[in-house]
């Protein structure tokens, strides 16, 4: 199994999420938050409040999968957030030793 992990623009989730779905791929996560990077657009800053020397948000997508299905995902997530300009973000992939349901 692997855990996928992308850092995208916020205005991107809808198009990435719609676009896994509709790939039967329904099951993921989303986080919001704030980010400092080398990878900010010049044209666009996003000021957080909260922690003034971040200055742009960004989505967290988590997903979890097959080992077959991790470039079909990967594919979607860079297709679907992709702009062509820096701060489009960057995805990370992981083994997954185990995954265990809660509720059995």
């Given at each position: 199994m692997k855990e996928i992990k992308a850092f995208i623009r916020t205005n991107k989730?809808?198009?990435?999420?719609?676009?896994?779905q509709k790939n039967s791929f329904c099951c993921f996560?989303?986080?919001?938050?704030?980010?400092?990077?080398?990878?900010?657009?010049?044209?666009k800053e996003y000021p957080s409040l909260k922690h003034?020397?971040?200055?742009y948000k960004i989505a967290k997508?988590?997903?979890v999968c097959n080992k077959e299905d991790e470039n079909t995902i990967v594919k979607i997530i860079k297709e679907h957030a992709h702009t062509g300009?820096?701060?489009?973000?960057?995805?990370?992939?992981?083994n997954v030793e185990q995954k265990v349901r809660i509720r059995d």
């Open positions: 989730v809808n198009d990435v999420a719609l676009n896994l996560s989303l986080f919001e938050g704030d980010g400092s990077g080398n990878f900010s657009d010049p044209d003034p020397y971040l200055h997508l988590e997903i300009k820096s701060g489009d973000g960057l995805i990370y992939v992981s």
